[in-house]
C-alpha cells in the first residue's frame, strides 16, 4: 500500500487569516495558431468552509478556465499558467509536484461536470466508477469498494441503488446520471467541491432536485462550494457571495444580496435588467448591446467598453482595477458610483 | 399585443405514436410510443401560444407535425380552415408555405458551407412562385435588413457570424415566404444571456410588423411568459393545463404546472428562505406506458383513488378560468416567475 505524500498539506485549518481556498491573480493562456488567447487575466477569489462561491460569466469568459486550473486537469500544452496562485489551505497548488497534484484532486478538491454522460464512461457500471475512488485513493478492495459505492448511491437518494450498481450510465435519466456524478464527487469527503454548470443540461423540476441535493450535502459536510454558471436564477437561490467574470476578469465581486440589490458594474447590472419581468411584459427587453468580445483581439483599456452604455474616454485607454467599495466588494469600473446611483451616462 | 382575432391554426385530438417493434425479418409491433397524444388548441393570427414542459413531453414531435414533417397517427392541424394533416402534393407544398420554423441551435441549422444568401434563399428554390429568379438577391438582402444583419454580408459563410447573429440568419430563412405561422422550438436557449433578450426583441418586432402567429417552445418560464399570450403546459405527450399566461403564471390550477413553477429558481435572493418549493420525486413515466388514468398521478401528492381509475379531461373546472385536467385542481399561488 503506498503511503502518500498528502502529509505535505495541513489536514486543517489553523492558518489565522488564510482562507480555504484562494485564487490569487491567476492567469491562464493557450498558444493556438492564430496567437496566444488569454482566457484568464488576473482572476482572484477565496472561499471560506461552508460557503457558497458563485462565479457567472458567459461562454469564453474564463469561468471554467478557472475552474479548471484550481483542479489540474487543463491541458499543458496547450495551456500555460504564467502568473498566479492558487493556495488551499495556505500552499500554493500550482508549486506542488504532478504526485502531491494528484493527492488533492479528487480527494481534497472535487468537481462535477456540466455533461453527465460524457463525463462518464459508457462501458463500465456506475458501481465500478464511483468504487474506483475508494479502490484508488484508499486501496480498498473491489467487494468493500463496491459496497462504500451503493452507500454512496443512497446517499445522493438514487432509488434501489442495491440493485441499480451493476447499471451502466445510458441506463439512467439524466438527473440519475448526473447523482451518480454528485456521489463520485463526495465519496472522499472533499472540502471543496466545485459544480461547473451542474444543472445546465436538466429540466427544471430536476434542476430543484439536484440543487436541493448539493445544499443538503453541504450541510452535512461543511464543504466549501464553487458554484460555476450563467443562470441568475441558480445563482440568487444558493450563493453568499458571488464573481462576475468577462472576457476573463472578475468585473465584479459582492455578497449576493449586494448584487442583485444594487449592481456596482454596468454588465452586471445589464444582465440583471435583460431578465424578463411580469411588471414589463409587452414592452422590449432591455438588451446588452453587441457582442461578447473576440479573445484573440481584445478591445483596449475596459474589456466591456464598445457595449457600455457608461462608457467615457478614459474606457477605452485605461483598464479599470478592482475597485474596493465600502470595504465589502468590488467593481472594475471607473464609474461605478455612477453605475451604484443608476445615473446612467 | 395585438391580436387580430381571425383564427389560423386549429388542432383537434393530435396523436403520435412512434411503434415500438421487434424481429428483424418480420417486424411485429410490441407497444408505441406515446409522444402525442390527444392535443387540441386554437392559434389566432398575431397571437403567441407558449408550449412548456420537461423534455421528452412531446413538445418537439408536436413542433413536427404542425409542420407536417411527420403524419400523425389521428388528428388534424387545420390551417386557414384546410387539414395540413390530409394535405398531399402541390396543396400540402402551398400550405407548408404558411407554416415555417426557427430551430433551436443555430450552429447545427445551418450549412457551412452555402452562404448566408442561399440559405435564406433556398426557400424561394422550392417555392419559385414567391421571387421570381432575378429578384432573389434583393429578396434576402431586404430579410437580411429586416432581422438586423448588414445586406451587404450575404456572400459570407455560417462560421463568419457569432451565435445571436447566426438565431437572426434562421429567423430570415423562416420570414422568406412570408408564412403566417411561425413555429419555434427553443430560439433562445442555446444562446449568450446578454444576446437571449436581443433575439427576443427581434422576434417580438417581427410579429407586430408582420401579424405573425407563433408557437413558441421553451424550457425557460421567464421567456415563456414575457413573450406569450396564452400558455400550454405538456406533460407526457397531453396539456395538462392550458389558458392565458396569467392565468397560468399567477393561477395555476394543476399540480404539475404548480411544481414547474415553484422549481424556477427565482433571481431575486430577498427571503429566498422562506420560499415555497415543491420539489417533485422521480422522473416523468415512460411514454411507452404511462399510468392509467391521471399521468401525472404517480408523481403527485394529491392523487386519489380516482386519478388511477378515471383520466381527467382538459376543461374548465370550478373556481378557475381557465382550462386544466385535474380532478383536483385548485387555483393556487405558488410563486411569481420574474
Not at chain 1, 42 to 62: F, I, K, M
Not at chain 1, 79 to 103: H, M, W, Y
Not at chain 1, 321 to 332: D, M, Q, T, V
Not at chain 2, 66 to 93: C, F, Q, W, Y
Amino acid at each position: 500500500m503506498k503511503k502518500t505524500s498528502l502529509d505535505t498539506l495541513p489536514a486543517e485549518g489553523g492558518l489565522g487569516d488564510e482562507p480555504l481556498l484562494a485564487v490569487d491573480n491567476l492567469h491562464v493562456e493557450f498558444a493556438t495558431r492564430a496567437g496566444t488567447v488569454r482566457a484568464v487575466n488576473g482572476v482572484s477569489y477565496s472561499l471560506g468552509p461552508g460557503e457558497t462561491l458563485a462565479v457567472l460569466g458567459e461562454s469564453g469568459s474564463g469561468k471554467s478556465v478557472t475552474a479548471q486550473a484550481i483542479m489540474g486537469i487543463l491541458d499543458m500544452p496547450p495551456a500555460r499558467i504564467p502568473k498566479g496562485e492558487i493556495r488551499f489551505r495556505g500552499t500554493d497548488l500550482l508549486k506542488l509536484s504532478d504526485e502531491a497534484r494528484t493527492q488533492v484532486r479528487g480527494q481534497r478538491i472535487a468537481m462535477i461536470f456540466q455533461d453527465a454522460l460524457s463525463a462518464l464512461n459508457p462501458v463500465f457500471t456506475v458501481g465500478w466508477q464511483i468504487s474506483e475512488m475508494f479502490r484508488v485513493h484508499r486501496g480498498m478492495s473491489k467487494r468493500d469498494a463496491m459496497i462504500k459505492a451503493v452507500e454512496l448511491m443512497d446517499r445522493v437518494r438514487i432509488p434501489a441503488a442495491k440493485q441499480r450498481v451493476n447499471d451502466y450510465p445510458h441506463q439512467f435519466s439524466g438527473g440519475m446520471r448526473q447523482r451518480i456524478m454528485i456521489a463520485m464527487s463526495i465519496a472522499l469527503d472533499p472540502e471543496v467541491l466545485i459544480a461547473d454548470e451542474p444543472t445546465t443540461a436538466l429540466d427544471v423540476t430536476v434542476q430543484a432536485q439536484i440543487m436541493e441535493l448539493l445544499a443538503e450535502l453541504q450541510r452535512e459536510s461543511n464543504m466549501g462550494m464553487i458554484l460555476i454558471t450563467h443562470d441568475l436564477g441558480v445563482v440568487a437561490d444558493v450563493a453568499d457571495k458571488i464573481a462576475v467574470m468577462y472576457a476573463g476578469r472578475i468585473v465584479e465581486n459582492a455578497p449576493v444580496h449586494d448584487i442583485y440589490r444594487n449592481p456596482a458594474h454596468p454588465y452586471t447590472k445589464g444582465l440583471l435588467e435583460s431578465i424578463p419581468r411580469v411588471d414589463l411584459k409587452g414592452q422590449e427587453l432591455y438588451a446588452i448591446k453587441g457582442l461578447p468580445p473576440n479573445l484573440l483581439d481584445m478591445p483596449t483599456g475596459c474589456a466591456f467598453h464598445p457595449r457600455c452604455p457608461y462608457r467615457q474616454d478614459n474606457c477605452v485607454t485605461d483598464n479599470p482595477p478592482l475597485y474596493e467599495i465600502n470595504g465589502r466588494r468590488n467593481s472594475a469600473c471607473h464609474y461605478w458610483r455612477e453605475v451604484l446611483d443608476g445615473d446612467q451616462g | 399585443m395585438a391580436t387580430k382575432g381571425e383564427r389560423i391554426l386549429e388542432v383537434r385530438d393530435l396523436v403520435k405514436h412512434f411503434p415500438l417493434t421487434q424481429g428483424i425479418m418480420f417486424k411485429k409491433q410490441i407497444g408505441a410510443i406515446k409522444a402525442v397524444d390527444g392535443v387540441s388548441f386554437t392559434l389566432d393570427k398575431g397571437e403567441t401560444l407558449g408550449i412548456v414542459g420537461e423534455s421528452g413531453c412531446g413538445k418537439s414531435t408536436l413542433a413536427k407535425l404542425l409542420m407536417a414533417l411527420e403524419r400523425p397517427t389521428s388528428g388534424s392541424v387545420m390551417i386557414n380552415g384546410r387539414d395540413m394533416a390530409r394535405a398531399k402534393g402541390g396543396e400540402l407544398k402551398r400550405m407548408r408555405r404558411n407554416i415555417q420554423m426557427v430551430m433551436q441551435d443555430p450552429y447545427t441549422s445551418l450549412n457551412p458551407r452555402m452562404t448566408v444568401g442561399d440559405i435564406v434563399g433556398e426557400p424561394f428554390d422550392i417555392h419559385t412562385e414567391v421571387a421570381p429568379k432575378g429578384d432573389r438577391s434583393r429578396r434576402v438582402q431586404e430579410l437580411l435588413e429586416v432581422v438586423g444583419l448588414n445586406p451587404d454580408h450575404i456572400n459570407r459563410y455560417p462560421h463568419q457570424f457569432s451565435g445571436g447573429q447566426r438565431q437572426r440568419i434562421g429567423i430570415a430563412r423562416g420570414l422568406a415566404l412570408q408564412p403566417e405561422i411561425i413555429v419555434c422550438d427553443e430560439p433562445v436557449s442555446a444562446l449568450d444571456v446578454s444576446i437571449q433578450a436581443q433575439v427576443i426583441n427581434l422576434l417580438e418586432r417581427l410579429q407586430n410588423e408582420f401579424n405573425l402567429a407563433y408557437i413558441f417552445i421553451a424550457h425557460d418560464l421567464s421567456v415563456v411568459r414575457h413573450i406569450s399570450d396564452r400558455v400550454g403546459v405538456m406533460y407526457l405527450g397531453k396539456f395538462v393545463e392550458l389558458g392565458k399566461d396569467v392565468e397560468i403564471y399567477d393561477k395555476p390550477a394543476h399540480p404539475y404546472t404548480q411544481a414547474l413553477l415553484s422549481a424556477v429558481p427565482v433571481p431575486d435572493p430577498e427571503g429566498r428562505e422562506q420560499r415555497e418549493r415543491i420539489i417533485l420525486q422521480g422522473d416523468p413515466p415512460s411514454p411507452a406506458n404511462p399510468p392509467s388514468g391521471c399521468r401525472f398521478r404517480t408523481r403527485c401528492w394529491k392523487a386519489q383513488e380516482i386519478c388511477a381509475e378515471e383520466e381527467p379531461l382538459l376543461q374548465i373546472r370550478p373556481g378557475t378560468q381557465h382550462e386544466s385536467a385535474c380532478h383536483f385542481a385548485e387555483t393556487h399561488d405558488v410563486v411569481h416567475v420574474g
